[in-house]
């Protein structure tokens, strides 16, 4: 009898950004779907996120960005997620991102990135997807 744990997301709002509505219907989705989801809140610092993923031992961090500041702030999550041993969470990234923005966050580690109007099935199956890829690779 196998038991298989559900997938555990974080879900962090980097940034001085205080808009959190898509945050929050992404987390509920994602509830829906069987995962298991944690809301860091709004003005999380890249230390922050990366202590509470490693803390809340999860499979995906999903930071939701509206200000314009991901080129900074992913990269500083990824390194700190890094340097805690996280280098097998997936990042995900979502919120206001320029098109020509989207190569260089996935040149850093990022394995999703979702703008405005993704459908919330879509997040669902990729979150499934990298999970399942990660895990498949790990034995």
Same mark, same amino acid.
């Given at each position: 009898m196998t038991t298989e744990q559900p997938i555990r997301v974080l879900i962090a709002k980097p940034g001085l950004d205080g808009h959190d509505r898509g945050a929050k219907v992404i987390a509920r989705a994602l509830r829906d779907a069987g995962m298991e989801v944690i809301y860091t809140g709004l003005r999380q610092t890249p230390e922050m996120v990366a202590e509470a993923a490693l803390q809340e031992d999860?499979?995906? #961090?999903? %930071?939701?960005?509206?200000?314009?500041?991901?080129?900074?702030? /992913? @990269?500083?999550?990824?390194?700190?997620?890094?340097?805690?041993?996280?280098?097998? #969470?997936? %990042?995900?990234v979502g919120?206001?991102?320029?098109?020509?923005? /989207? @190569?260089?966050?996935?040149?850093?580690?990022?394995s999703g990135v979702f703008g405005p109007g993704t459908s919330t099935e879509d997040i669902i199956n990729h979150i499934r997807q990298v999970v399942a890829s990660r895990s498949g690779n790990n034995g």
């Open positions: 999860v499979d995906v #961090v999903g %930071l939701s960005i509206l200000s314009g500041a991901h080129l900074a702030l /992913v @990269p500083r999550v990824r390194e700190l997620m890094d340097d805690n041993g996280l280098q097998d #969470v997936a %990042l995900l919120g206001i991102i320029p098109d020509e923005d /989207v @190569p260089a966050l996935k040149a850093q580690g990022v």
